[in-house]
C-alpha cells in the first residue's frame, strides 16, 4: 500500500491529452515538492517534471505537472506510442521523514 | 555526461548482508547540495526509496529499513556504497543508484542502469 495513490492505469489514443494524478496527504505532496518519473518497459526510470511543474532539459513541454493542496498531476499531450510507459510520482514525507513513491500509472497509447 | 553504474553481487543468500557500489561520473560529490540515493524496485512493483548520502555526509534512510542499512561515500573514488544486512527473499530486487541535484524538493536526475539482486538459498 503505497502512501502516494495513483491511478494501476490510463490510457488514450495517439494524439490525445491524458492525466495521471497522484494524492497525498499534508505530511507529502501538501507541504513537499513533486516528481514525476516516467519508466520505459525494461529500462531506470527518468525524470519528467520535478518541483512540481519544471522540466529538466531535454524532457519535450508535451510532459507538465501541477500540484493543487494534496494532489498532483501530470499532463501528457500529443501522445505518441513512444510514451507508453509507467510513470511515477514522488515526494518527500515529513512525517515519515521518507521520500516516498507512488504506486505507479501504467499508460498505455491505443 | 553524467552516469551512474550499480555493481554487486546478483545471488545473495537469506540472512548474509549486500553490498552495493554505485561508481559515477560527470559530477562531484564535493559540490554543495548534490546527492546520491538508492532506490529499489521489486519484479512488477513500484519503485521504493532506500537512503539518500550528501556531499557533506548527511544521511537519510528509509525509516523502514533504518536498522538494515548503511550508507557511506568515497569521494575520490566517485563512489556511493550501501549495504545491507539480513537479507530475506523479499528484498529481491532492481537496486538503482541516482543523482540527486539541488532542487526545491528530492529530485534523482540521472539514474544507472539498476542491477537485479536475488535473495534466495
Not at chain 2, 557511506?72 to 528484498?91: A, C, E, G, I
Request: proline letters at 6%; hydrophobic letters at 30%.
Amino acid at each position: 500500500q503505497s502512501v502516494l495513490t495513483q491511478p494501476p492505469s490510463v490510457s488514450a489514443a495517439p494524439g490525445q491529452k491524458v492525466t495521471i494524478s497522484c494524492s497525498g496527504s499534508s505530511s507529502n505532496i501538501g507541504n513537499n515538492y513533486v516528481s514525476w518519473y516516467q519508466q520505459l518497459p525494461g529500462t531506470a526510470p527518468k525524470l519528467l517534471i520535478y518541483d512540481n511543474n519544471k522540466r529538466p532539459s531535454g524532457i519535450p513541454d508535451r510532459f507538465s505537472g501541477s500540484k493543487s493542496g494534496t494532489s498532483a498531476t501530470l499532463g501528457i499531450t500529443g501522445l505518441q506510442t513512444g510514451d507508453e510507459a509507467d510513470y511515477y510520482c514522488g515526494t518527500w514525507d515529513s512525517s515519515l521523514s521518507s521520500l516516498v513513491f507512488g504506486g505507479g500509472t501504467k499508460l498505455t497509447v491505443l | 555526461q553524467i552516469t551512474l553504474k550499480e555493481s554487486g553481487p546478483t545471488l545473495v543468500k537469506p540472512t548474509q548482508t549486500l553490498t552495493l557500489t554505485c561508481t559515477f561520473s560527470g559530477f562531484s560529490l564535493s559540490t554543495s547540495g548534490v546527492g546520491v540515493g538508492w532506490i529499489r524496485q521489486p519484479p512488477g512493483k513500484a519503485l521504493e526509496w532506500l537512503a539518500l548520502i550528501y556531499w557533506d555526509d548527511d544521511k537519510r534512510y528509509s525509516p523502514s529499513l533504518k536498522s538494515r542499512l548503511t550508507i557511506t561515500k568515497d569521494t575520490s573514488k566517485n563512489q556511493v556504497v550501501l549495504t545491507m544486512t539480513n537479507m530475506d527473499p523479499v528484498d529481491t530486487a532492481t537496486y538503482y543508484c541516482a543523482h540527486r541535484r539541488p532542487c526545491g524538493g528530492d529530485c534523482y536526475f540521472s539514474w544507472g542502469q539498476g542491477t537485479l539482486v536475488t535473495v534466495s538459498s
